[in-house]
Antibody, heavy 123, light 108 residues
């Protein structure tokens, strides 16, 4: 059974940093692209970061709202994907989901999701 | 950036009803459109990918159609467990892709 478990969320002051982790099990994380999708309280879904598998170069992509502040990385030997968040703003407050991505090089979709970790940015 | 617009934003329906949700892209996205279901307090769940392919384990009462800019998700006979919020997501442009604003299906 595919499982994704996020951790690392919490309360942080504006301008500070936080690192989220996503531990995958039940599949070989290195074979998949991974993504982070967030949901602000009472709002819709926003995909913020994406990392391809090594087979596709391991390259990264970001939403405009987080580009230059957030960084996604992966450690396939540990089956973990990370989201490094710097210069946090109050509008980054959200539940952050980790998702496995079925990525063919053309189309892609989020086929498995964790339960999320809550990030609250407040002074 | 490609914008995704869903309509309606919410609807009320009864068990057994046929329900159709629409998703429109701001430019052609071919068939690179996915649908997700999210129940309160839960993570989203993939229903349909590339416009009309049913994800493994998803009931056949769910179906998707469309190409270009206009897409639909249809539930042929609404069941109690289908009351949820549904999101479309385009995967035509460079990841990470964009979601529609969601359609909430409520019990009439």
């Amino acid at each position: 059974e595919v499982q994704l478990v996020e951790s690392g969320g919490g309360l942080v002051q504006p301008g500070r940093s936080l690192r989220l982790s996503c531990l995958g099990s039940g599949f070989t994380l290195g074979d998949y692209a991974m993504s982070w999708v967030r949901q602000a309280p009472g709002k819709g879904l926003e995909s913020v970061a994406f990392i391809r598998s090594k087979a596709y170069g391991g390259t990264t992509e970001y939403a405009a709202s987080v580009k230059g502040r957030f960084s996604i990385s992966r450690d396939d030997s540990k089956s973990i994907a990370y989201l490094h968040m710097n210069s946090l703003k109050t509008e980054d407050t959200a539940l952050y989901y980790c998702s496995r991505v079925d990525y063919s090089g053309s189309y892609y979709y989020f086929d498995s999701w964790g339960q999320g970790t809550l990030v609250t940015v407040s002074s | 950036d490609i914008q995704m617009t869903q309509s309606p934003s919410s609807l009320s329906a009864s068990v057994g009803d046929r329900v159709t949700i629409t998703c429109r892209a701001s430019q052609s996205i071919s068939r690179y459109l996915n649908w997700y279901q999210q129940k309160p307090g839960k993570a989203p769940n993939l229903l349909i990918y590339t416009a009309s392919s049913l994800q493994t384990g998803v009931p056949s009462r769910f179906s998707g159609r469309g190409s270009g800019t206009d897409f639909t998700l249809t539930i042929s006979s609404l069941q109690p467990e289908d009351f949820a919020t549904y999101y479309c997501q385009q995967s035509f442009s460079t990841p990470p892709g964009t979601f529609g604003g969601g359609t909430k299906i409520e019990i009439k």
